[in-house]
């Protein structure tokens, strides 16, 4: 059983930057791999990033490439994504979600393969 919870949310101006929190808990929380997903209205939640169990391998989506950092550590059971060069688009809900795989494994980039679940924190970005 992993808990999960998002902190960091909020507004900023176009170009601006954010940084979210995912803090897990459980006992077995390192043994999995944790993806960030977000979700707009009208339109289907989608992957944003995701990193390993042990935070060796990143993985992202195109739109965030090269803006976006995800990085976690286990020590203090954290997972951050910074969010840079923001754009009105990244405005969502953004989720932080468990998925148990081992290291060598790629995450999955479909939200129901997680089967763990924050309750999300709203990003909006004016322009």
């Known amino acids: 059983q992993v808990q999960l919870q998002e902190s960091g949310g909020g507004l900023v101006q176009a170009g601006g930057s954010l940084r979210l929190s995912c803090t897990t808990s459980?006992?077995?929380?390192?043994?999995?791999?944790i993806g960030w997903f977000r979700q707009a209205p009208g339109k289907e939640r989608e992957f944003v990033a995701g990193?390993?169990?042990?935070?060796?391998?990143?993985f992202y989506a195109e739109s965030v490439r090269g803006r976006f950092t995800i990085s976690r550590a286990n020590a203090e059971n954290l997972v951050n994504l910074q969010m840079n060069s923001l754009k009105p688009e990244d405005t969502a809900v953004y989720y932080c979600?468990?998925?148990?795989?081992?290291?060598?494994?790629?995450?999955?980039?479909?939200?129901?393969?997680?089967?763990?679940w924050g309750q999300g924190t709203q990003v909006t970005v004016s322009s």
């Open positions: 979600a468990a998925v148990r795989r081992v290291e060598s494994e790629v995450l999955p980039e479909t939200w129901s393969e997680y089967g763990y």
């Open positions: 990193i390993s169990r042990s935070g060796g391998r990143t």
């Open positions: 459980g006992r077995t929380s390192s043994n999995y791999g």
